[in-house]
């Protein structure tokens, strides 16, 4: 697929320990993306943050277990980013977590398989 020009980026803030059926909601936010089309989609580990609740999370050397920041970026056409918003808002109500969704204008330049990609 080749890919180019306006296009939309969707960021999704949620908290590492969010699970949906018992699965990472970050996996079922990108495994449901991949079912839908959307071209692409990276998951990032934050080392800090806080959201509505004020409640600062943070990585700690000396402890095990976090909860995280986790921001998942899906880029696409404007249609299939609009599309897969409300998909999104139900996994989030489903999980019963905390979130934020944002989108923003992206200028696609290139977006194509690589010649070693395998299919």
């Not at 180019?4 to 993306?33: M, N, Q, T, W």
């Not at 692409?40 to 600062?56: D, F, H, N, P, W």
């Amino acid at each position: 697929m080749k890919l180019e020009g306006e296009g939309k980026l969707l960021r999704i803030f949620i908290g590492e320990s969010d699970h949906v059926d018992r699965k990472p909601l970050y996996e079922v936010i990108v495994l449901k993306a991949k079912e839908s089309g959307i071209a692409g989609a990276t998951v990032l580990r934050g080392v800090e943050s806080y959201g509505a609740k004020s409640v600062i999370h943070k990585a700690r050397i000396l402890e095990l277990s976090e909860d995280l920041p986790v921001i998942i970026e899906l880029v696409d056409t404007e249609a299939k980013i609009n599309d897969f918003i409300p998909l999104v808002d139900r996994l989030l109500e489903k999980a019963g977590c905390g979130g934020l969704i944002t989108e923003e204008r992206a200028k696609i330049i290139r977006y194509t398989p690589g010649k070693n990609t395998p299919s």
